[in-house]
């Protein structure tokens, strides 16, 4: 049974003469646990629809369903609390920040959270235990190797609970040999926790490793 489905997306930006289709009637469906890797040249698509996935855009038109509710059908506060609880996100950048503890990196979604501080903590360094960083939650973000640094990014990814993964380049900063690595914590990841992941990335490697792969060109999936 899917948990997410997009149904029909498009994409306009711009009007008149000026605009332009980025999604032009794409659909697909993604299962608990399963990793999707979605690829293509620049300006396929790819970013638009993750920022539609991510909940960060609506589609011009089409369904997108996650967990059987018609998200487009929410109002922004839900849309909002939606993707703080259900949605983690990865970057190619980490978007840490330098001057904050690995563990205040990963606290930080439980803190707009609400959740209370003792149980931040415990859950915080659990999260960084279970990405191989145990004992190292006082270190900052610029003590740490580029791979060490996507690993506190997938433990604040996963800092909510969240039964969806977006993960966009996850790899693109990273040697193959520590790509590698991350990919097997996030195949883990989606192993242990049942979340879906979605990745975009440019990487023939990193889409061979996903269970599926959506090639798109031009807003379309050419498969």
Known sequence: MSFLSCENLVKHYGGGGGGFAALRGLSFELSPSEMLA???PSGCG???????????????????????????????????LLRRT???????????????????????PMLYAGLP??????????LLASVGLGGQERKKPPQLSGGERQRVAVARALANRPRLLLADEPTGNLDSRTSADIMALLRGVCQ??????????????????ADRNIKMRDGRAEN
């Open 117 to 126: 501080s003792r149980e931040i903590k415990a859950r915080g360094m659990e």
């Open 46 to 80: 790819k970013s638009t629809l993750l920022n539609i996935v991510g909940l960060l855009d609506a589609p011009t038109s089409g369904r997108y369903l996650l967990d059987g509710r018609d998200v487009g059908a929410l109002d922004d506060y839900r849309r909002t």
């Open 192 to 209: 242990r926790s049942g979340a879906a992941m979605l990745i975009v990335t440019h990487d023939p490697e990193v889409a061979r490793k």
């Open 86 to 108: 259900d949605i983690g996100f990865i970057f190619q950048s980490f978007h840490l920040l330098p001057n904050f503890s690995l563990l205040d990196n990963v606290s930080l």
């Open 38 to 40: 979605v690829t293509g």
